[in-house]
């Protein structure tokens, strides 16, 4: 079974960068879209931004669309989340998600379209 560790995430400033990684233990990384989520207490897990297996292809939520950009290194069997001109709202604990379904184009929103999750790492943004 196939494990994903997100790391990169603390304590930015309104303004600030931060860089989330998540890393596959396996080769078949590959094969499967990547999508970034987060969530806050009581609230539903969000889309935030999706990339096809290739990477050719990216899908962004509204509110992040131009400071967020999402990227893949098959070869390092790492996805990325570069996180720029942060808000106080884009606190919250991010996961990010493998797809089910191997070399599938589209990109989903819908977490339930993930069948392989990371524990999550903690963005909060705040002065």
């Known amino acids: 079974q196939v494990q994903l560790v997100e790391s990169g995430g603390g304590l930015a400033q309104p303004g600030a960068s931060l860089r989330l990684s998540c890393v596959a233990s396996e080769i078949s990384f590959g094969t499967k879209g990547m999508g970034w989520f987060r969530q806050n207490p009581g609230k539903e897990r969000e889309f935030v931004a999706g990339?096809?297996?290739?990477?050719?292809?990216?899908q962004y939520k509204e509110a992040v669309k131009g400071r967020f950009t999402i990227s893949r290194d098959n070869a390092k069997n790492t996805a990325y989340l570069q996180m720029n001109s942060l808000e106080p709202e884009d606190t919250a604990l991010y996961f990010c998600a493998q797809s089910a379904t191997p070399f599938f184009i589209e990109i989903s929103p819908s977490a339930s379209d993930y069948d392989v999750w990371g524990q999550g790492t903690q963005v909060t943004v705040s002065s």
């Open positions: 990339i096809d297996w290739g990477g050719s292809k990216t």
